[in-house]
């Protein structure tokens, strides 16, 4: 399947990796929530080729996650802020910074750490539920159908699952 099917997947995570599923991508996004905003920061941090730089800016401009800002004309200069979209995503790149520190981590321990602005206290992201607050795990949860599920390439076994009366 083409990279570019991804998008048409009856599925959310299929969907959002035709955006971010490649490691510059997030990078990308990791580096402008940290805040590095100008092209030649974000080459110089990543020591990624510019073209692919360019390509990635692009794409996750197109998608809405990162917006082009003019902040210099004679020349034109440009910088990458964080949308709604983008700011939406940043959540979902601290859940996987946290599972990458307890998995992949330096024996020196994490490369970063978070300080939470409203309690005063360094922490670590966890998924929890919307709904009681407990955390969210392979164990705690189920897959049930949603309005948007169909039996389709990319969702070929899945999609018997979501089109399957809900569980009750």
């Not at 035709?18 to 402008?32: K, M, N, S, Y």
């Not at 080729?49 to 800016?57: E, F, G, H, I, K």
């Not at 983008?86 to 959540?91: E, I, K, N, Q, S």
């Not at 910074?97 to 966890?126: F, K, V």
Request: charged share 25%.
């Amino acid at each position: 399947m083409a990279r570019t099917d991804f998008g048409r997947i009856a599925c959310s995570i299929a969907r959002s990796a035709a955006i971010v599923g490649d490691a510059w991508a997030l990078l990308v996004v990791r580096d402008v929530a940290v805040g590095l905003h100008r092209f030649d920061e974000i080459q110089r941090d990543l020591g990624v080729a510019t073209n692919v730089l360019s390509d990635r800016l692009q794409r996750l401009t197109d998608a809405g996650v990162l917006r082009r800002h003019r902040y210099e004309q004679h020349p034109d200069r440009f910088e990458y802020l964080l949308t709604d979209k983008g700011r939406d995503l940043v959540p979902v790149l601290l859940a996987l910074m946290a599972w990458g520190d307890r998995w992949e981590a330096d024996p020196d321990g994490p490369p970063l750490i978070l300080y939470h602005h409203d309690c005063h206290h360094i922490t670590e992201a966890a998924v929890t539920c919307g709904q009681c607050g407990n955390d969210l795990t392979a164990d705690s949860v189920e897959y049930r159908p949603g309005p948007g599920g169909r039996h389709a390439p990319g969702t070929a076994i899945i999609g018997t699952v979501l089109t399957s009366p809900p569980i009750e």
